[in-house]
C-alpha cells in the first residue's frame, strides 16, 4: 500500500469524522432544546402545584399534578443520559481524530527528516552550480532549475503543513477536554435530577396516603363525574344529529343527494381546513399542562379503577381564559350542573368541546375565530388552579360520532 493511498484514505476518514461530528452537533442542539422544554414544563407544574398546596387539603387535582411533575422529570433524566452517551460517543471520535492527526503528523516530519537530510547532503553551492552547467543543453538546463525552485517549495509546504498539523492537533485536544468537562457537567446533573425525582416520589406518596383515608368520597364524586360525562356525549350526539338532519334537509330542498353529513361548499371547506392542521392547533388555553390523556387512565388512587377520558384535561392557572382551537360556529352551550358550562363548536363535519366555564363570553350561533376567548375556567373545588377539558369530535354520516383524540390534533413545539 503506497504513501498516497494511505494518505487519502486518512483524509477521507477525517472528512467521514467531521461529517459525525456534525450530526452529533445538529443532535445535541435537539437534545438541548427537548430538554429545555422539559425544564419549562417542570418550572411551570411547581408554579400550579404552588398554588394548589395552599388549600392545605391534597386533591385528586394535586396528585395529577405530581405524576405529571415525575413524569416530565423521567423524562428529563432519560434525555440528560441520551446527551451523555452522544458526549461519550463524540469523545472517542475525538480521540480517534487526534490519535490519526498525531500519526499523519509523525509520517510528515520523517518525510521532512530524510528531505533535510538529503539537501544537508548537497547542501553545496558549488555542486547545485555544477549540477546546472552540466546539462547538456539550455532546456536541459532549465529543466534542473525549475526542479531546484520546485524544490524549495515542495519543503516549504511540508513545514507549512507540519506547522498546519499540529495547530490542528492543539484544537482538538481543546475541544477534547472542553466535551469532557461538558460530561462531568452532565452527569452531575443527572445525579442532581434523579435525588429531585426520588423526592418528588416520596411527596407522591405522601399526598396519595393523604387520599386513601377518602376513598368513599373519591368514589362518589368519580360516579358523578361519569354520569355527567354521559349527559354531556347524549346531548353531544343529539346536537350532531340535529345539524346532520338540518345540513339534509337544506340539500333535499336544493334537489342534492341528502345521504351522509352534506355540507355547504363554505363549511366543506371549513372542514378540510380543520383537517389539513391537524397538529398544529393551538391550545384551548394560552399555557398548561396535560394531567390526564384521552382514552383510559388509572385512577391516581383506587385501585383497578379506570377513568375513561374522552378527549384530555389540561391543569392552568387559577380563572384562567378558554379560547377556541379553530374557526367556526357555536352550536351549543351546554350547562352541567356542579361541572360549569360546555362550549361545543362546529367545524364543519368536526366539533371541539370546552369544559369547566364558570362564565362564557358567546351564545349558540355565534361566529368564533381561531384562539378567541370562549370564557373563564372554574377554580375547582376551591383550589387555587383551574382545568380545561378539551375533547374532538367528527360527525359521520351514518352512525354515532366518533371521538377524537385531541393530543395528535394539538400544537406539540
Known amino acids: 500500500m503506497n504513501k498516497s493511498f494511505i494518505k487519502q484514505l486518512f483524509f477521507l476518514l477525517l472528512l467521514f469524522l467531521g461529517v459525525a461530528l456534525n450530526s452529533s452537533a445538529q443532535s445535541k442542539k435537539s437534545l438541548q432544546y427537548k430538554k429545555n422544554k422539559l425544564q419549562k414544563e417542570i418550572q411551570y407544574t ?20 405530581l405524576n405529571k411533575k415525575i413524569s416530565t422529570r423521567q423524562k428529563l433524566i432519560q434525555t440528560i443520559e441520551e446527551e451523555i452517551q452522544l458526549l461519550s460517543d463524540s469523545i472517542e471520535i475525538q480521540i480517534f481524530t487526534v490519535d490519526s492527526l498525531e500519526t499523519n503528523l509523525t509520517e510528515l516530519k520523517t518525510e521532512y ?27 536541459q538546463a532549465y529543466k534542473r532549475l525549475k526542479y531546484f525552485q520546485q524544490y524549495a517549495k515542495f519543503r516549504q509546504e511540508q513545514a507549512e503543513k507540519i506547522k498546519f498539523e499540529q495547530i490542528e492537533i492543539d484544537k482538538q485536544i481543546k475541544l477534547l477536554e472542553a466535551i469532557r468537562k461538558s460530561s462531568e457537567g452532565l452527569l452531575k446533573a443527572e445525579l442532581n435530577e434523579k435525588n429531585v425525582l426520588a423526592s418528588e416520589k416520596s411527596q407522591k406518596q405522601s399526598a396519595v396516603n393523604s387520599l386513601k383515608g377518602r376513598e368513599k368520597e373519591l368514589k362518589s364524586q368519580l360516579d358523578k363525574k361519569r354520569k355527567d360525562q354521559a349527559k354531556v356525549n347524549q346531548a353531544i350526539e343529539r346536537i350532531i344529529a340535529e345539524e346532520i338532519r338540518k345540513a339534509r334537509e337544506a340539500a333535499a330542498k336544493k334537489g342534492k343527494s341528502k345521504k ?42 383506587l385501585p383497578n379503577v379506570t377513568v375513561k377520558n374522552n ?15 379553530f374557526n367556526g360556529t357555536v352550536s351549543k352551550v351546554i350547562i352541567i350542573p356542579g361541572q360549569g358550562k360546555v362550549v361545543l363548536v362546529n367545524h364543519g363535519e368536526y366539533f ?13 350561533g355565534d361566529k368564533v375565530t381561531t384562539k378567541q376567548e370562549l370564557g373563564v375556567l372554574i377554580n375547582e ?9 378539551f375533547e374532538i369530535w367528527k360527525a359521520q354520516g351514518e352512525g354515532k360520532p366518533i371521538k377524537l383524540n385531541p393530543n395528535s390534533w394539538i400544537y406539540k413545539n
Open 352 to 364: 371541539t368541546l370546552y369544559s369547566y366555564f364558570k362564565e362564557v363570553f358567546v351564545g349558540s
Open 311 to 325: 378527549g384530555i384535561d389540561i391543569s392552568t392557572k387559577k380563572e384562567n381564559l378558554g379560547r377556541t382551537a
Open 260 to 301: 351522509g353529513f352534506p355540507m355547504t361548499p363554505e363549511a366543506r371547506e371549513l372542514s378540510n381546513s380543520f383537517t389539513t392542521n391537524k397538529g398544529k392547533l393551538p391550545w384551548p388555553v394560552t399555557e398548561g399542562i396535560i394531567i390526564s390523556q384521552f382514552g383510559d387512565n388509572a385512577h391516581p388512587t
Open 46 to 65: 411547581n408554579k400550579l402545584l404552588k398554588e394548589t398546596e395552599k388549600t392545605k387539603v391534597t386533591s385528586l387535582n394535586q396528585l395529577r399534578q
Open 113 to 139: 527528516a530524510e528531505m533535510i537530510q538529503k539537501a544537508y547532503k548537497n547542501r553545496s553551492e558549488y555542486n547545485k552550480l555544477m549540477f546546472l552547467f552540466s546539462a547538456d543543453n539550455f532546456n
Open 381 to 389: 373545588n376551591g383550589e387555587n388552579t383551574s382545568t380545561m377539558h
